[in-house]
Every structure is written in structure tokens, then in C-alpha cells.
């Protein structure tokens, strides 16, 4: 009968923003201050999913309070931030469950200390998702296998260079299914000889099809693996485009003085 037909044009006429076609990111008229510091004084831009965004900008310019906003690690000031549809800055807004949808990477690891590897991807696991503890474990096997730590599950922090740390701390997201990465100059406090096996394992997280929104300065990694770039510069983002566009051929001069002092 026609009152369970659905009527033919029902997927044209659905309200854009439906949580299925939404973009991963969307960030409006976004503004942060601390007191009376303003360090985000208007940022838009959207990450679709699937793509790759890498920020670069200045120590200072805003960048990780940027991210900070995305998950509500910090509070906006004003403005509208939405993740696969969902308004994060809706004061009611679930956003515990906004933010099991988002696996964060921090500069540290902050892995928990007394925990072995295994244990810190089994612990998340099961006290946020409630997975049992074979399930946990199984997972949690095979994000340290995609990290290339399989030997490494019984290690604790300590007994890990700073690289396979950060390995374990991605593993530890992974574990959790996100459907997007944040991650804030993840390899800014590695020794120069670690940063190329956490570089690789980004790089193949990409390649797999993962929405990631990357803080770094490494330019080599945004070049080859960013669909897009963005360039911050005291709180506003000063140009964005492709790596080769920004990164190659920028037309700010901001821009080209914070990559010549870059090199
Ligand atoms: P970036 O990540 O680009 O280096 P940040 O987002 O960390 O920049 O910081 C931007 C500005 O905001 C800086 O001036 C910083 O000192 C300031 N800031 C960041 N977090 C806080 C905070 N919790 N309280 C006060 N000021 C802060
Ligand atoms: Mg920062």
C-alpha cells in the first residue's frame, strides 16, 4: 500500500546532515579564549571521511586546542562543532559517546605505567565498550599485530622505546573501533631514529581508508600521505589546499616564512 512505500524521492528530501553522509568534521564560526586570550578567533573547515587533514602552524598558533575543541577536551567559546553529524557543542549532547567514536594520540603516551602492553589495550576495552576478556584480548592482539608490536604484549612502558610506546598508545586507540584519529604531533617528542616506524604505521592507517586529523611537523608525512593541509597562524587558519599547493607553492607569506624556518 502506499503507507509502506516509501515515497520515491525520501532519500533527496532527507535533511542534510543525516548521520550517514555527514562529513566527520564539521567546525563552525569556532572561537576559544582563555581569560581574556583569545587563541581561536574564528575557524571553519570540515574533514570528510575518509580524507586525511594534517595541521601545521607555529608553537602557539592553536592548533592543539583546535583538536581539543573537536573531542571537548576543551569548551568552545562559541561556534558549532559537529562529528558524523552529531552537534559536540550541544550542551546535551552524549558526548561520552561522541568521543568512543574518536581515538586521540596524544605528544605523550600516556599509557598507564603498571599496565603491560596487552593490558593497556584490554583495560579501555573493557571498563568503556564492555567487552569481555577474551574479546578484549583478541582485539586487542590484533591492533598490537597492525603495529607491528606482537612480541612486545607482555613489555610495560618502561621497557619500551619511546617509538613502540607511541605504537602501543595508537594500538590502544585502534582497539577501540574509532571512526576518526586525532592526532597531536605524535612524534614531536620521539629520538629523530624512532619517529619513521610511528610515521609508517600512520601511513598505513591511512592507506586502509581511516578519517585523521594530524597536528604535525613533519612536512615529508603531510606531503605524501595529507589529502589536504591546513596552515594556522594565531588562532585563524591562513590557507588550506593540497600538500602541494601549501606546502609546495604557498601563497601566504606567513606561510612561507614559518616552512623557510622550517628547513
Ligand atoms: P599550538 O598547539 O599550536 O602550539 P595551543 O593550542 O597549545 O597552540 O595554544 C594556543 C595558545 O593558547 C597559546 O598561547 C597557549 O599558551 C594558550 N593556551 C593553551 N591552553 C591554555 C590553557 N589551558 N590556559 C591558558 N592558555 C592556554
Ligand atoms: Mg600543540
Known amino acids: 500500500s502506499s503507507e509502506t512505500d ?3 524521492d525520501v532519500k533527496a ?18 572561537r576559544k579564549s582563555f581569560g581574556s586570550l583569545e587563541v581561536l578567533t574564528g575557524i571553519d573547515f570540515t574533514v570528510a571521511r575518509g580524507e586525511v587533514v594534517c595541521v601545521i602552524g607555529p608553537s602557539g598558533s592553536g592548533k592543539s586546542t583546535l583538536l581539543r575543541c573537536v573531542n571537548r577536551l576543551e569548551e568552545p567559546t562559541s561556534g558549532t562543532i559537529l562529528v558524523a ?13 561522541v568521543r568512543r567514536g574518536i581515538g586521540m594520540v596524544f605528544q605523550s603516551f600516556n599509557l598507564f605505567p603498571h599496565l603491560t602492553a596487552l593490558q593497556n589495550l584490554t583495560l579501555p576495552q573493557r571498563r568503556v565498550l564492555g567487552r569481555g576478556k577474551e574479546e578484549a584480548a583478541r582485539v586487542a592482539r590484533e591492533r ?17 622505546s619511546g617509538g613502540q610506546q607511541q605504537r602501543v598508545a595508537i594500538a590502544r586507540a585502534l582497539a577501540m573501533d574509532p ?9 614531536s617528542a620521539l629520538d629523530p ?4 616506524d610511528v610515521l609508517a604505521v600512520m601511513r598505513s592507517l591511512a592507506d586502509e581508508g581511516m578519517t585523521m586529523l594530524v597536528v604535525t611537523h613533519e612536512m615529508s608525512f603531510a606531503r ?7 596552515f594556522m ?12 599547493q601549501v606546502i609546495g607553492d604557498p601563497s601566504h607569506s606567513r606561510t612561507k616564512s614559518f616552512l623557510s624556518r622550517l628547513l
Do not use: N
Not at 598490537?144 to 619500551?160: C, F, H, I, M, N
Not at 631514529?193 to 619513521?196: C, H, I, P, T
Not at 605524501?224 to 591546513?230: G, I
Not at 597562524?233 to 602541494?244: C, F, H, L, M
Open 6 to 8: 516509501p515515497a520515491p
Open 13 to 30: 528530501s532527507r535533511p542534510t546532515g543525516a548521520s550517514g553522509e555527514a562529513p566527520a568534521i564539521e567546525v563552525r564560526a569556532l
Open 85 to 97: 553529524g552529531a552537534e559536540v557543542t550541544d550542551p546535551d549532547v552524549d558526548i561520552d559517546k
Open 144 to 160: 598490537l599485530a597492525r603495529v607491528g608490536l606482537t612480541d612486545k604484549e607482555s613489555s610495560y612502558p618502561a621497557q619500551l
Open 179 to 187: 571512526e576518526l584519529m586525532l592526532f597531536d604531533e605524535p612524534t
Open 193 to 196: 631514529e624512532l619517529v619513521g
Open 224 to 230: 605524501e600521505v595529507a589529502d589536504r593541509v591546513v
Open 233 to 244: 597562524d594565531g588562532g585563524v587558519i591562513v590557507e588550506e589546499g593540497s600538500p602541494a
